[in-house]
């Protein structure tokens, strides 16, 4: 059991803000999969669930912000504290992106909920699929503080990007092979887009974990590697 | 810390003791020449009496004695030929409170060092110099006959600044300098321990860890007596290696 911090009120604020944390995560992990069940299912109830959900996320956004804020100008935290409080000022920004790319799957579902349906993409199943798994699995490893879930969601973000980029031929070519398709598969493509765009978000969450448990930096190491070099 | 080739003071496990209760247990530490060392750690930690043994004060109170060895500059500072009064000359201190002779002048303040050292200069140069390095010079220029008390708190203890650098020491030691002192006093100490390090390799014990965050360029954890790290400052204070600087530094224990 680590200790406690000494004051409690701050030790609460701390506590308070990871809730918030939590309760946001939650929040657009529903939203994600409301949203892509509104393409699948064809639910517009639903889509209109995920775009009514997007002001609360919106808000908790807000919120975290303003909490980070106060802990840093009262507190000095520093250490894991200050790892912490670092790390939810940039992931709130990422969920709050997811959210966002939630909201814009819905709208894609009235869109194509309005239109008679496509065939089945099971590439876009998949992919919805993995990418909800990807924020899952991020989102425990920042409960967690667990390093190598965020270490796999790392690496499945290349399966991801491989999956997408086959559905994007696929669709391709399915829109070729007749005009009247364009306009939905269109709206198809930017499903997976939002998706593949969404996994990027998770991946950012994930880098920051690493960041938060064990105070190093792994983002950008080609770039590092050559400032290095070229200030050599 | 092991550069040692480098290091102006050179720390090798030192204990020190009251009579019988040892107040540091085999401390290894080394500071680098103008480098800002900060020493952090709960009450009763050791971290004073580590300062007090860096300039053979310790052993003024009654029953202390150390055991291990203090190098500056690569001599042992408790070999028997080591006079102390004029180590101090070499290690100047800056204490909590700020501690001007009360019935002496500003001027005579800043030259009571040399005269009692028996140092023959100029001592009006001397005194605007050292005045001028501790940031107070345009204070109280015009105010020299004045008495030292008619100084704000943050004027004096600058003044006991410019009283140890009088002297010329190679290191400043100074414990808890601005915990007496104002926000605004406080920032002036501090942002003249920054200047000072450019010649000067001082060593600062303080209870405020954003202060030792701000001022140091190394920070040194003592627990009960031991020291528990030594890193880089930003290093200490972003990502501790010792679970127990990480309880501190976050507010967890003392």
Request: net charge neutral; with cysteine; charged share 30%.
């Amino acid at each position: 059991m680590p200790l406690a911090h000494t004051d409690k009120t701050y030790e609460a604020e701390l506590k308070d803000l990871r809730d918030k944390l939590l309760s946001m995560g939650a929040k657009v992990e529903m939203a994600i999969s409301r949203s892509v069940r509104s393409v699948t299912e064809r639910d517009s109830e639903l889509a209109q669930k995920v775009k009514d959900s997007e002001r609360e996320i919106n808000r908790l956004e807000v919120e975290i912000d303003d909490s980070c804020r106060r802990i840093l100008a009262l507190r000095q935290p520093a250490a894991s504290d200050l790892r912490f409080i670092t790390t939810a000022l940039k992931i709130v920004t990422d969920l709050e992106r997811m959210g966002d790319l939630a909201v814009n799957i819905a709208q894609r579902a009235f869109d194509l909920n309005q239109a008679p349906p496509l065939r089945p993409f099971p590439d876009l199943t998949k992919l919805a699929d993995l990418a909800q798994e990807q924020l899952k699995k991020a989102l425990d490893a920042f409960v967690e503080s667990d390093v190598q879930k965020a270490e796999e969601v790392m690496k499945g973000d290349d399966l991801l990007d491989a999956i997408y980029k086959r559905l994007f031929n696929e669709l391709l070519t399915f829109m070729m092979e007749d005009v009247k398709n364009i306009r939905r598969t269109n709206a198809l493509m930017f499903v997976a887009k939002h998706l593949e765009r969404l996994g990027d978000h998770v991946t950012n969450v994930a880098e920051m974990v690493i960041y938060m448990v064990r105070g190093t930096d792994i983002r950008h190491p080609r770039s590092r590697e050559l400032e290095q070099i070229s200030r050599k | 810390m092991t550069a040692e080739p480098q290091a102006q003071i050179a720390v090798r496990k030192l204990s020190a003791f009251f009579r019988t209760t040892r107040a540091l247990k085999d401390v290894n530490l080394d500071a680098l020449p103008r480098n800002v060392l900060a020493v952090i750690g709960p009450s009763g930690c050791g971290k004073s009496t580590f300062l007090r043994c860096l300039n053979r004060m310790h052993e003024l109170v009654p029953g202390a004695t150390i055991s291990g060895q203090v190098l500056i500059d690569g001599e042992d500072i408790y070999a028997r030929e080591i006079d102390p009064v004029l180590l101090r000359r070499r290690v100047g201190m800056v204490f909590q409170r700020p501690n001007p002779f009360p019935t002496m002048s500003v001027f005579e303040n800043v030259a009571s060092g040399l005269k009692l050292n028996g140092i023959r200069t100029r001592y009006a140069d001397q005194v605007e110099k050292s005045l001028k390095r501790a940031a107070l010079w345009d204070e109280v220029k015009d105010r020299l006959g004045e008495s030292a008390l008619s100084l704000s708190g943050g004027q004096q203890q600058r003044l006991c600044i410019a009283r140890a650098l009088a002297v010329e020491p190679e290191v400043l030691l100074m414990d808890e300098p601005a915990s007496a002192l104002d926000p605004i006093a406080t920032a002036r100490i501090e942002e003249l321990i920054r200047e000072l390090r450019e010649r000067y390799t001082i060593v600062i014990v303080t209870h405020n860890m954003q202060q030792a965050a701000r001022v140091s360029d190394w920070t040194a954890f003592f627990y009960m007596g031991e020291l528990v790290e030594c890193g880089r400052t930003e290093q200490v204070f972003t990502n501790p290696k010792e679970s127990r600087t990480e309880d501190y530094v976050t507010g967890k224990f003392g």
